[in-house]
C-alpha cells in the first residue's frame, strides 16, 4: 500500500502553507531488479518506519531551516520504482529469486492522486496558500516530471492556492555510460517506461513531442 508521513503546521501563521516532498531512491529497470526492491522499504509500506525524520530543507529545526520549519510538511514516500510516472492497470507478476510468483504495481501517479485527495479531506490542504514541491534524487526527478500536474491538481484541489513553486534537489541524471563505458541507460528507461506504462505518468505534451 502507498502512503505518506505528515506533520503538520507548527505556527498558526503557516497553517496554510504546505511543502510536499517526493522521496528519492533511485528507479528499478526490469522485473527482477523491481522485484528485489519491492522487498523492501523502497517498494513496500511493510518495511516503513512508523515516523519519520528529515533534514534539509524539511528539517523542523527553524535555525538551519528558518523558511520552511513551521510549515505543513508532507514526505510521501517512494514505492513505486519510478519516481512516481508508472499508471498500469494490471500487475506484472514476477518470479522472484525465492521462486515465488509476486504481483508488482506500477502506480504512481495515482499515489499522487490519493495522497492529494487524502491531503485535502482529512488534513486541510484545500485551504492552501502557498505550496513547495520539492524532493531529492528521484524525487527530485519526481519533481521534474509533476511539476505541472500537481499543479492543475491544486487549482481545482486548493482553490484558494496563492502561490505555487517547485524546487527539485539533485534530480537531474546524466545521460553518460557507466564505469565499464557501457551506454546501458537508454536501454533501461525505455524499459521500465513501458513496463510501468509511463506514458500516462509524465507530460503529455513531452510525450507528443516524442512519439
Known amino acids: 500500500d502507498a502512503g505518506f508521513y505528515f506533520a503538520p503546521a507548527t505556527n498558526a501563521k503557516n497553517k496554510n502553507d504546505w511543502q510536499l516532498y517526493f522521496q528519492g531512491g533511485g528507479w528499478c529497470y526490469d522485473e527482477m531488479d523491481c522485484w528485489g526492491r ?5 517498494g513496500s509500506s511493510a518495511k516503513w518506519a512508523k515516523t519519520s525524520s528529515m533534514g534539509g530543507v524539511m528539517s523542523d529545526d527553524c535555525t538551519s531551516n528558518p523558511d520552511f ?3 505543513n510538511r508532507v514526505h510521501m514516500v517512494y514505492c513505486d520504482g519510478n519516481s512516481f510516472s508508472g499508471n498500469r492497470d494490471d500487475p506484472v507478476v514476477v518470479k522472484g529469486a525465492d521462486g515465488k510468483e509476486k504481483p508488482l504495481y506500477f502506480r504512481g501517479r495515482r499515489i499522487i492522486d490519493a495522497i492529494l485527495e487524502t491531503l485535502v479531506s482529512d488534513h486541510g490542504l484545500a485551504d492552501a496558500n502557498d505550496v513547495l514541491l520539492t524532493g531529492c534524487s528521484a524525487g527530485g526527478l519526481a519533481t521534474y516530471l509533476h511539476t505541472d500536474y500537481v499543479a492543475e491538481k491544486l487549482k481545482t484541489l486548493a482553490p484558494k492556492l496563492n502561490k505555487y513553486k517547485a524546487s527539485a534537489i539533485s534530480g537531474f541524471f546524466l545521460l ?7 551506454p546501458v541507460y537508454p536501454t533501461e528507461m525505455a524499459n521500465i517506461f513501458q513496463l510501468a506504462n509511463s506514458t500516462h505518468g509524465v507530460n503529455d505534451a513531452c510525450i507528443a513531442a516524442t512519439a
Open 38 to 42: 519491492s522487498n523492501s522499504g523502497l
Open 176 to 182: 553518460h555510460n557507466t564505469v565499464e563505458n557501457k
Open 69 to 71: 520549519c513551521n510549515f
